[in-house]
């Protein structure tokens, strides 16, 4: 197969290959020092920023397509940030469906674009208590490769 029709193959499973969504807490409860409970709400991110987010990740993504099983495999990436949108530590992964083989390769390649594609500048600052921890959540159900 030409080296061109690769490439176009591969951006067009990885447009919509995966569904990222993102899971922030819908109010934050932050302990104060008497031990009694906030309930303020936590800021709301727009859509626009967690397009943003979603194509930083899908743009960096890259898997090779000879996985016949992918489109069994979903993934939940716990990841923290830091206030300049750095990844901090490894994400916490939990993977189910496909083959061994399959969910390491799929697996790797996801974490490789989430850090790849910090740090996440297009999070406002102001907003970082929406932020600090999101779950991606991919779905590779629809994989055309």
Same mark, same amino acid.
């Given at each position: 197969?030409?080296?061109?029709?690769?490439?176009?193959?591969?951006?067009?499973?990885?447009?919509?290959?995966?569904?990222?969504?993102?899971?922030?807490?819908?109010?934050?409860?932050?302990? %104060?020092?008497?031990?009694?409970? @906030?309930? =303020?709400?936590?800021? !709301?991110? $727009?859509? /626009?920023?967690?397009? #943003?987010?979603?194509?930083?990740?899908?743009?960096?993504?890259?898997?090779?397509?000879?996985?016949?099983?992918?489109?069994?495999?979903?993934?939940?990436?716990?990841?923290?940030?830091?206030?300049?949108?750095?990844?901090?530590?490894?994400?916490? %992964?939990?993977?189910?469906?496909? @083959?061994? =083989?399959?969910?390491? !390769?799929? $697996?790797? /390649?996801?974490?490789? #674009?989430?850090?790849?594609?910090?740090?996440?500048?297009?999070?406002?600052?102001?907003?970082?208590?929406?932020?600090?921890?999101?779950?991606?959540?991919?779905?590779?159900?629809?994989?055309?490769?």
């Amino acid at each position: 197969m030409p080296r061109s029709l690769c490439h176009l193959l591969k951006a067009i499973g990885i447009l919509t290959m995966f569904t990222v969504t993102f899971a922030f807490p819908l109010s934050v409860h932050a302990e %104060t020092k008497s031990g009694e409970k @906030s309930d =303020r709400k936590a800021p !709301i991110l $727009t859509v /626009a920023v967690i397009n #943003a987010m979603r194509n930083a990740i899908e743009n960096r993504f890259v898997l090779p397509g000879d996985l016949k099983d992918a489109g069994n495999v979903r993934l939940s990436f716990h990841v923290r940030l830091d206030m300049d949108g750095r990844v901090i530590g490894t994400p916490d %992964t939990e993977v189910s469906g496909g @083959s061994e =083989r399959t969910r390491k !390769i799929i $697996t790797d /390649a996801a974490l490789r #674009a989430i850090t790849r594609a910090a740090p996440y500048t297009m999070l406002p600052k102001d907003k970082y208590d929406a932020w600090k921890e999101v779950i991606l959540n991919f779905d590779a159900s629809q994989l055309n490769l």
